[in-house]
């Protein structure tokens, strides 16, 4: 210890940061591999013919969704569950989608159209459509499926199963009570554009960076909590044990809010890895992905106001940097000086590269867009100054036609 204190003290000022930053790569690196050895994977399964399934109800709130509306009802309806309804709840949409979900429903029966009631005083939108869709279901468990996710054959009977039961893997010991009360899964994202692979990695990797799963799957740590709502399993008692979407009814971020009072609560809650159970395209235009991230990482900066901003800077500088120093370098007259510097651009270069490509693979991009990383980082940090000068100055952001101010 006492030489590498002796070492950092013969190093410059930018020799230090150049240090600093090779060393927080390298630890971003075995940290990311650390948070995908802790999401145990779930995949299709098909009912078991020797056991008994409760009925469960998928719910999905539907507000301008004419786009992805059918494709959402044909994934919900190609399981083969035996006990299934699906409840789409129409949330005050001004285009086709009730006339489309009502046209679905009138050929099977396990289709089911919520007029949904206009939004009160004191509810965000989603929780207002969800505590409507969840008061007209019947099943033992609700499903909440976000409009634009599209269920896989299998998925719905894996999640029960492994709700109910628990599960052993190299990461987890069974639950011992035999299972979780609330279930939710990583869904596969569709990234068909440029814009999008080069933009949604980088604001999903910086999220999963955030978050220990680890903590986030123990009951240890009530205070961590994790869920994604676009696919989330709860159990009906559970859901009523922690007041519903009642409780949260004005969160943005409902459900991050469900599953700290879930935990809170002392229910067993689960997240895990599910890309082969259901896929979702979050964004289709560049304007939806503007109105849509900036409602989430203001949400995100609320609930960890400490870490947001010097982790924007950290990643700004840390995909900045090795451009930076391999240029640089070619303006340097000491040839040993460049060779130093185009080591360190060169590490810091491959590090990030790694760190990337493991974001990257399971989302289904394309090797070369690793190196548009800066390109996306630079938008996760105008995406997140912009959401947080829009609240700042009253005028709040928007979802959906709506405005929110906190």
């Not at 994202?189 to 903590?215: F, K, N, Y």
Request: aromatic share 6%; glycine share 10%.
């Amino acid at each position: 210890m006492n030489a590498i204190v002796r070492w950092a003290g013969r190093l410059s000022p930018g020799e230090a940061v150049v240090a600093s930053l090779l060393a927080g790569e390298a630890w971003r690196l075995a940290w990311g591999v650390l948070q995908t050895g802790a999401l145990a994977p779930i995949h299709p399964k098909r009912p078991d013919p020797n056991r008994t399934y409760p009925p469960v109800s998928v719910v999905v709130p539907a507000r301008n969704e004419a786009a992805t509306i059918d494709a959402c009802i044909d994934g919900a309806l190609a399981q083969d569950y035996p006990d299934l309804e699906i409840l789409v709840v129409d949330d005050c949409s001004t285009d086709d989608t009730a006339a489309r979900v009502s046209a679905r429903a009138s050929v099977d029966p396990r289709v089911h159209l919520v007029a949904g009631a206009s939004l009160p005083e004191g509810w965000a939108g989603k929780p207002w459509a969800l505590h409507q869709g969840i008061a007209r279901a019947r099943g033992e468990w609700f499903l909440l499926v976000d409009a634009d996710t599209c269920l896989h054959p299998g998925a719905v009977t894996a999640v029960v199963d492994a709700a109910r039961d628990g599960w052993s893997s190299v990461t987890d010991a069974p639950a011992p009570d035999g299972g979780f009360s609330v279930l939710s899964i990583l869904t596969g994202q569709l990234l068909p554009t440029w814009w999008e692979r080069v933009v949604q990695p980088a604001v999903l990797g910086a999220i999963m960076e955030s978050l220990p799963v680890r903590l986030v799957n123990s009951p240890r740590f009530p205070g961590i909590a994790m869920a994604n709502g676009q696919f989330l399993l709860v159990r009906r008692d559970a859901h009523d044990a922690i007041g519903g979407y009642a409780a949260i009814r004005g969160e943005i971020a409902e459900d991050i809010m469900f599953a700290r009072r879930a935990k809170r609560h002392g229910l067993r809650l689960r997240l895990a890895a599910g890309q082969s159970l259901a896929t979702t395209r979050m964004y289709t235009t560049p304007g939806a992905l503007w109105e849509g991230w900036t409602k989430n990482l203001h949400v995100g900066s609320r609930l960890l106001p400490g870490i947001v901003m010097p982790g924007l800077a950290y990643l700004l500088s840390a995909a900045i940097a090795p451009w930076v120093l391999l240029f640089a370098a070619n303006r340097v007259r000491d040839h040993r000086d460049a060779r130093r510097m185009r080591g360190a651009g060169g590490a810091l270069l491959a590090l990030g590269i790694l760190h990337r490509r493991a974001i990257d693979r399971p989302l289904g991009v394309p090797r070369r867009y690793a190196l548009a990383q800066p390109l996306g980082v630079l938008a996760l940090v105008v995406l997140m100054v912009a959401s947080q000068l829009r609240v700042l100055s009253g005028r709040g952001v928007t979802w959906k036609g709506r405005r929110y101010t906190r």
